[in-house]
Nanobody, 121 residues
C-alpha cells in the first residue's frame, strides 16, 4: 500500500485544518488506518485510528473532542479533521495502514510520508 498525505500548512491557534491520505496498491478497505505525529525533538505519537469499516475510532487523549478521523473506502482516502488547533499540535503528521489494535500501539504495516502542520499566530 502506498500512502500519500496532504493538507498540512500554517494555521492560527483555534483554527481548523483537514488532512487527507490517499492510498493505492492493495485493497484499502482491508486495513485499519491511522494518523500519527512527530514534533521536533519528540518521539512519534499516535493521534487517531479507524477500523476498516469505519465503525470504530480511537483517539489520543490530547486530541479527543477536537480531531475527527474518517474514511471513504470508495475513494481510498482517510481524513483527519482537526479543530481548535493549539501550538502544541505543531508536528509532522503521518498516515499509516495496519491492524486496528496495532495502530493504537504505534505499529503499522505501511507508512506514508508526512505533512507539516504548524499552529502559530
Amino acid at each position: 500500500v502506498q500512502l500519500q498525505a496532504s493538507g498540512g500548512g500554517l494555521v492560527q491557534p483555534g483554527g481548523p485544518l483537514r488532512l487527507s491520505c490517499a492510498a493505492s496498491g492493495r485493497p484499502f478497505s482491508s486495513y485499519a488506518m491511522g494518523w500519527f505525529r512527530q514534533a521536533p525533538g519528540k518521539e512519534r505519537e499516535f493521534v487517531a485510528s479507524i477500523s476498516w469499516s469505519g465503525g470504530s475510532t480511537y483517539y489520543a487523549d490530547s486530541v479527543k473532542g477536537r480531531f475527527t478521523i474518517s474514511r471513504d473506502n470508495a475513494k481510498n482516502t482517510v481524513y483527519l479533521q482537526t479543530n481548535s488547533l493549539k501550538p502544541e499540535d505543531t508536528a509532522v503528521y503521518y498516515c499509516a495502514a495496519g491492524g486496528t489494535r496495532t495502530l493504537v500501539r504505534g505499529t503499522a504495516d505501511y507508512w506514508g510520508q508526512g505533512t507539516q502542520v504548524t499552529v502559530s499566530s
